[in-house]
């Protein structure tokens, strides 16, 4: 608006000027008509003797109209211009904002008008705030609650809505997945868990599913407290998750008067909670409580054979002479003694010996069911599943055991089966697990190869076999495929747990958890149509760089690295990275004054091929937000192929952008641009203080932005591009 009010002023500038020399060459043709051939002469002699003082006159008669005509718009055009930008500033950006006095004294009038309802603005703001506060501390006794479960919980724990974006998590999570216990990360800040970010780049998407699929069957038949977990490998570590459902209301199930339907319980569901144990080294320790009683065992087997031996060659010759039953008399003690030995040796190992932690309690009507679905979905096949003792509960894991079952109804799919029945039995302290088809006939011998091939679904090239999982669960494999009469079936023999229990109340601490954001709950999820989506519904990375100079293609390189993330209209100042790099090259003293950076400071740090991965890895899927950021953009592309990364995220610039919102206030930098914000001042020329101040920045010109009816990144970035400063190149 303000560049079209100018080009206005510019045509009406010209266009009176010409307006008044077309006016002034009239008056003359009329006044030359009007002489007579004398009078003509006269005038003509006139004009050519005193020419060179009338173009003077008529030049000077110009510029002062023109004089006139630009004090005019500027008491009247510009200076209202930058009042309405001013009190836009105010409004949606800086409420201590003050506008100048400009222009006359009607327009002066005006700007104390509006500083004074601002300062009235400002104080309602005040008030606002608190009562917002006041709210807020209402609402302590439930944040505290949650405090108390998760911020000091030895467990990690992090709480997902459904589409697997992380809302809340503890440092214990952090520090299990790379970060130390100061909350400090050794990579700079680019940890796996973040608010926002997905929890699937940390576990296997596949596994989470399962488990949300068998709460959803718990659910669905009317459980109160539904669970579900599983083990995994991360990191070179071993994790037993458990998940717990986040329900619509805090609500398991409907009221028994109000059964839900089969699926309703669906969109009960919001989100899942993760708690996560590190079991590695109770897995350790059962390994070498198996090693010692293999070693106890054969001990045991050698001894006790020299001892049977010794004790019958006694029993069978009472007569033997004093030396040699002495000698076998001795042979018995000897084993004995190292028999003991051993006992003593194993005993710390074997205090420890308890069941096999791999597996999970679970109900086999669950089971089953979750197989069932997973058969019909995956494959298209017909399943039937028979009647099932509700109080049969094995002791298994889920995952695997399904995943395996799946693999059977693939591999009888090929052979011409079309429908499958699913049977569960007790047996003693065993269940049978029955999967029987008819109309084709499997030799036994096809089976029993298909024992050791790997599952073929779900594309998992090191999904364990049939034979290794069910060895896992110390069971069995029994089949027959070519019956002469009845239908074929493949059996596994799987242990028996007792029914499940409700979990005991876990002790709690009093603490406050640091990292949450439950708006995100009401949030869309990540997708590539990024530009068509609204800047409030989008996460962004404030970055910024120091560098040996400003000449990227003469050289200059890279010495620190800082960003912060913005997720959901607030700056995550504990989700930031910031990382020195060794430029390879000399640091002159003039960036050493502007920066602060010591070269002694870089000489151990990694080269910009090592910190490149680690800083593209913590802005994925994010908006970049810098200011003038065709400077550190440039630096970033021209690293891009050393370090085997590309950097092709959406840009918003501030500096462009503070052009775009307020275009007849006079262009400043980072810092006067701060102050107009209402941004404080802080760290400096240091690359994470820049970005900071930069990400608030930006939070601050959202709204105005918004007023201006820019909303999606696409009309940000437009917008931008049609600014001068857009221009400038690096």
Partial sequence: ??????????????????????????????????????????????????????????????????????????????????????????????????????????????????????????????????????????????????????????????????????????????ELHGRATDGTSPDGGAGLVGLARSVFVILERALVAHALETIQARLE???QRPVASFVTAGGGRLLRVHVSPVLRGGRATQEASDPAPRGAGTSAITGFVLRIDDVTRPLQAGSRTEAALQALTDASRRALANIRAAVETLLAHPGLEAERRAAFVGVIHDEASALSA???????????????????????????????????????????????????????????????????????????????????????????????WSGADVPTEIIARWEDDPPDVDGEPMAPTLRAVVE????????????????????????????????????????????????????????????????????????????????????????????????????LHQEAFEQFVDPGRPVSQETVRITGIDPALLRDKPPIEEVLPRFHRFCEGTVLVAHNGAFDLRFLQLKEAVAGVRFAHPVLDTLLLAELIQPDLPPTGLEGIA????????????????????????????????????????????????????RLEY
């Fill in 1 to 174: 608006m303000a560049r079209f009010a100018k080009a206005r002023f510019a045509l009406v500038l010209v266009g009176s000027q010409a307006l008044a020399i077309v006016a002034a060459a009239l008056v003359g043709a009329g006044v030359w008509a009007a002489l007579g051939p004398e009078e003509r002469s006269a005038l003509a002699a006139g004009v050519m003797e005193r020419g060179p003082l009338l173009v003077g006159l008529g030049i000077g008669l110009l510029a002062g109209y023109g004089l006139l005509v630009w004090v005019l718009v500027q008491q009247h055009l510009a200076a209202p211009l930058a009042l309405a930008q001013g009190t836009r500033l105010i409004t949606h950006g800086n409420a201590s904002h003050r506008l100048e006095p400009l222009g006359g004294a009607e327009l002066r009038e005006l700007a104390d008008a509006i500083n004074a309802l601002a300062a009235e603005h400002e104080t309602l703001g005040g008030e606002l705030e608190a009562r917002v506060a006041e709210a807020q501390q209402r609402l302590g006794e439930e944040r505290d609650r949650l405090a108390a479960i998760v911020a000091e919980a030895s467990q990690a724990v992090l709480v997902c809505n459904l589409e697997g974006r992380i809302l809340l998590y503890n440092l214990k999570a952090r």
């Fill in 221 to 223: 038949k009317g459980a």
């Fill in 342 to 436: 051993t006992l003593d040796r194993a005993a710390p190992e074997l205090t420890s010996l308890r069941a096999e932690w791999l597996l999970e309690n679970m109900q086999g009507a669950d089971l089953l069911s979750a197989a069932r679905s997973r058969i019909e979905g995956t494959l298209g096949l017909s399943t039937t599943l028979d009647e099932i003792d509700p109080g049969l509960w094995l002791k298994v894991e889920s995952y695997s055991l399904v995943r395996a079952v799946v693999s059977i109804g693939s591999r009888l799919q090929r052979r011409g089966v079309r429908e499958l029945r699913l049977a569960l039995r007790p047996a003693g302290r065993r269940a049978h697990l029955d999967v029987t």
């Fill in 472 to 571: 896992r669960h110390d069971g069995a494999v029994w089949s027959q495929g070519d019956r002469p009469s009845g239908p074929g079936f493949i059996r596994l023999v799987l242990p028996v747990a007792e029914a499940e229990q409700a979990p005991l109340a876990s002790p709690v601490t009093r603490g406050r958890p640091e990292f949450y954001d439950f708006d995100l709950f009401h949030q869309p999820g990540q997708t590539p149509e990024l530009d068509e989506r609204k800047l409030t519904a989008l996460e962004f990375t404030a970055f910024d760089t120091e560098t040996t100079g400003l000449n990227p293609s003469d050289g200059d390189e890279i010495i620190a690295i800082g960003a912060v993330r913005i997720v959901n209209g607030r700056l």
């Fill in 675 to 726: 102050e107009r914000f209402g941004v404080p001042v802080l760290g400096r020329h240091t690359a994470l203080g820049d970005a900071i101040m930069t990400g608030e920045i930006f939070l601050r010109m959202v709204p105005l932005l918004r007023a201006r009816g820019i909303e999606t990144l696409r009309e940000a970035r437009e917008a931008s591009q049609r600014t001068w400063a857009a």
